[in-house]
């Protein structure tokens, strides 16, 4: 049973990275999550913001678009999703030490970052049509009232 939904819409600018990640956190307070969870969720949200400000809009203006939810049982689920390039090569986007922006100095971790600190992560991107990055992370619910 969802006890919670969120939808949120930025413009694609580097000083909104921080602040979606406080909003997140915010958002899932609720669940009483622990700071390692805390953590961990608003790390990867921060990775997928920042691959739409960097990778999908460069020096474009456009919108990136938060949906997430809270369950009962304790279920975080998050799609940040942008309307930019998109994604040529998927698999290869996926593959850690791969970015589309070397001269930018990116690590290129940011999809092994997200997948590694939340449960499930699936992207859908296609060229010219942008990017959505799904998310999910089980958290241990202690405060439901």
Not at 67 to 87: K, M, P, W, Y
Not at 102 to 127: A, C, H, N, W, Y
Request: glycine share 6%; aromatic share 6%.
């Amino acid at each position: 049973m969802i006890i919670n939904k969120m939808m949120l819409k930025l413009p694609a600018l580097s000083i909104n990275e921080a602040f979606a990640r406080s909003v997140v956190a915010a958002f899932i307070l609720p669940l009483d999550p622990t700071m390692q969870e805390l953590a961990d969720v608003k790390t990867a949200v921060s990775e997928a913001v920042t691959n739409a400000i960097i990778h999908g809009y460069g020096d474009c203006e456009g919108f990136i678009f938060i949906n997430a939810q809270l369950t009962r049982d304790g279920i975080f689920e998050i799609e940040i999703e942008d309307s930019g390039v998109g994604i040529s090569d998927l698999p290869l986007a996926l593959s850690p030490m791969y970015t589309s922006a070397p001269e930018l100095e990116r690590s290129g971790m940011g999809f092994t970052i997200m997948e590694q600190f939340m449960d499930s992560l699936v992207v859908d991107s296609k060229p010219g049509a942008g990017t959505k990055v799904r998310m999910v992370k089980k958290l241990q619910p202690r405060n439901l009232h």
